[in-house]
């Protein structure tokens, strides 16, 4: 079993940043994978970006389109956490966020609010 627990989140006005972490517990060794997704009020759950160990070890990362360019991941100085970096935010990222890791599995955070609002 892994446990997520993510942190971060609040309110923010539109052009601002936020940061979200996200940190693994229980059963970690063997996660591939690490990243999030996001939940609108009305709206299917959206792929935000992930980060991967490619073939060499090092860190892959990929994202949205909605995301890309103003939102980084990164892992933190422990591998089983994880830094959604987010600049530039619009009212449209206003979401609850779901951090996620896979291993043999997909888990799930519980999520973390976001509102951008002004």
């Known amino acids: 079993q892994v446990q997520l627990v993510e942190s971060g989140g609040g309110l923010v006005q539109p052009g601002g940043s936020l940061r979200l972490s996200c940190a693994a517990s229980g059963s970690i060794f063997g996660i591939n994978a690490m990243g999030w997704y996001r939940q609108a009020p009305g709206k299917q759950r959206e792929w935000v970006a992930t980060i991967s160990d490619d073939v060499n070890s090092d860190s892959s990362t990929i994202y949205g389109a909605s995301v890309k360019g103003r939102f980084t991941i990164s892992r933190g100085n422990a591998k089983a956490t994880v830094h959604l970096q987010m600049n530039s935010l619009k009212p449209e990222d206003t979401a609850v966020y779901y951090c996620?890791?896979?291993?043999?599995?997909?888990?799930w955070g519980q999520g973390t609010q976001v509102n951008v609002t002004s």
């Open positions: 996620f890791a896979d291993r043999n599995y997909r888990y």
